[in-house]
Structures are given as C-alpha cells and as structure tokens.
C-alpha cells in the first residue's frame, strides 16, 4: 500500500500553522475530560468539575515533562548526558510513553497531596480516559510519518517517508486500536463492576504493558538502540515492569472488600 502522504499542517494562514499532530492531542484531551466527568458523576466521585479541569492540567504538564526526560535517560541517555541543553529542545522530537506514565503518576500525587484526595481513586480516573489520549497520539504518530513498524511482506504494508524503500507495519495503527480503543473499551466496562480502588490502574498497567510487549514486535527498534542483548526491545522490557507493578498492585487491591459490583451502575 501507499502512504496517504497527509499534509502535517491542516491550515495555515500567513506564518501561522496549525498541524495535526498539536490537533490530535488536543482532540484527545478533550474527550478524556468530558468522559471524566461523566465517570465522575456515574461513580459518585468527590470531585467537581474544577477539579477534574485541575486534575488534567496537572496530568498533562506531568505527561510532557515526563515523556521527555523519559526518552533522554531511557532511549538517548549517552547523547543528553554529554549534551544536556538538548534536553530542552523538544521540537526537535523524542519522547517516551514510559517517561510520560511517570510524570503523570507524580502529577496524580502531586494533586492527590495538594487537594487531600484518594490517590487511587484519582489514579482509576485517569486510567480509563488514559486510552483516549493515546489513541490521537498514535494517530498523530501515523499522520507524522514516525515510529514506523518493522519491513514486511503483508498486503497492507506501506512505504513510510524516510523509512527507506521497503514497505513496513502501520505499527503506529496497531498500536492506536489496541492501546487506544481496545484499552478504553475494556477499561470502561471493568468500571461498571469494579469497586475496590486501584483495580483500575492496575488493569491499566497490566493490559497496556502486555500489548505494547506483543505489538513491539512489529514496531522497528530505535536506532540509537536496536535491540537489548539482541532479544527485545527497551518498550519491552520498560512494558515488563509496568506489568509486574499491575499484578502486584492488583494482587493488594483484589484483598479488599466488595471488588466487583453486584450489578451494573
């Protein structure tokens, strides 16, 4: 198949563009809020609407700080060790899902401290409008012509800009439907039985890190990086640990009372 070879800016007037990778995400952001607040409402959660606002704010400076001194120690650690005011150039591109999950989770505490709230319950929150915002963002990825997928023979292969001749995986696709989609789906009906706190976030980290593990052999390894020990991926193995955190979280959540509702709220 042909790459679509879509136009990254959508409109421009003048010097001002607007791309579609910033349109993705604000798309993305937008959705995850106006399902939390319907999550909020259905679950009986002791937050208002300004709170939710401020919650999502915090999330998304934690998501962009994270993401990119994730990617500067996980992916480039030698370059931006001897190169540190790169770290700030983040136009120039790089950055990490993993890095972004810690910032994010810092930013929930963060949150949770200020305003003397539950940090699970706001960690569940986030969980399930989580896939939403990864969804846009793999599609940005697509749109970008980036974080192509591995050389393959399948009929619906394609032949990325600067991704060489041959045709490759859409892994960016994979990755939208199965981390995005899929997750949220999964995710938002586990909420309509779940009650003990912290079985969504765990749900969250085991079911994404499983499926980046499986789907990261069709996404081409970093090239600074290929392969560790020649046997995976660092997504892989920073994926193994989110799952192990998931299940050992899940194994404490599981231990409380009343986990799963006895009918649908």
């Known amino acids: 198949m042909t790459y679509p070879q879509i136009d ?24 995850s809020y106006f399902v939390a607040l319907d999550l909020v409402k259905r679950k009986g959660y002791d937050l208002t609407r300004r709170d939710v606002e401020d919650l999502l704010s915090f999330c998304i400076v934690g998501l ?21 005011v790169k770290i700030l150039a983040v136009w120039e591109g790089g950055m990490s899902f993993h890095g972004g999950l810690l910032g994010v989770i810092a930013a929930i505490l963060l949150f ?26 793999r599609l940005a990825n697509f749109i970008n012509g980036e974080l192509w997928g ?21 892994s960016q696709l994979y990755e939208g439907v199965c981390e995005g989609i899929l997750l949220f789906a999964l995710l938002y009906l586990l909420s309509r039985k779940v009650s003990a706190r912290g079985v969504l976030l765990s749900c969250f980290l085991t079911f994404y890190g499983s499926m980046r593990i499986f789907l990261e052999q069709f996404r081409e390894p970093d090239a600074q990086l290929g392969f560790l020990f020649g046997l995976f991926t660092m997504g892989q193995l ?26 649908l709220r």
Not at 64 to 84: D, K, T, W
Not at 241 to 251: D, N, Q, R, T
Not at 256 to 263: E, M
Request: hydrophobic fraction near 50%; charged fraction near 10%.
């Open 8 to 31: 990254p800016v959508f409109f421009e007037v003048g010097p001002l563009q607007l791309r579609w990778y910033g349109l993705m995400y604000i798309i993305g952001f937008a959705c």
């Open 64 to 84: 962009i700080v994270g993401a990119r001194l994730g990617y500067c120690l996980f992916y480039n650690f030698g370059f931006y060790l001897h190169n540190p």
């Open 112 to 137: 949770a401290m200020r305003n003397k709230a539950d940090p699970f319950m706001l960690s569940d929150l986030v969980a399930i409008v989580a896939p939403l915002g990864l969804f846009f963002g």
């Open 150 to 170: 591995r050389v393959s023979d399948v009929p619906w292969a394609m032949v990325f800009p600067g991704g060489g001749p041959l045709p490759r995986h859409p």
């Open 238 to 263: 920073l994926s193994s640990l989110m799952v192990a955190a998931g299940l050992a979280l899940l194994a404490c959540a599981l231990k409380s009372p009343g986990v799963f509702r006895d009918t």
